[in-house]
């Protein structure tokens, strides 16, 4: 059974940083681009950041560029989103995914508030 456990969320001030974590099983990890979603109060889920199965290209959204990093580690077959400058606009549930797999699981919630 495909499987996306995300953790790392919180509440943290504007301006602080993240890391999440995203624990994926029941496939071959490696074989797969990842992706982070996001999905506020209110709106649609959008796409947050892709990475390839090598980590070789990422891609971000716009919103997010130059404050976010994608990352994975295949070996421990898990993905990261370190996001900094957070800003209030940035809270929501965030979700990780393989590329046409799966279902969505959870999200780890990321609350960015003074």
């Known amino acids: 059974q495909v499987q996306f456990v995300e953790s790392g969320g919180g509440l943290v001030q504007p301006g602080g940083s993240l890391r999440l974590s995203c624990a994926a099983s029941g496939f071959t990890f490696s074989n797969y681009v990842m992706s982070w979603y996001r999905q506020a109060p209110g709106k649609e889920r959008e796409l947050v950041a892709t990475?390839?199965?090598?980590?070789?290209?990422?891609n971000y959204a716009d919103s997010v560029k130059g404050r976010f990093t994608i990352s994975r580690d295949n070996g421990k077959n898990t993905a990261y989103l370190q996001m900094n400058s957070l800003k209030p606009e940035d809270t929501a549930v965030y979700y990780c995914?393989?590329?046409?797999?799966?279902?969505w699981g959870q999200g780890t919630q990321v609350t960015v508030s003074s």
């Open positions: 995914k393989a590329m046409s797999l799966g279902s």
């Open positions: 990475i390839t199965n090598t980590g070789s290209m990422r």
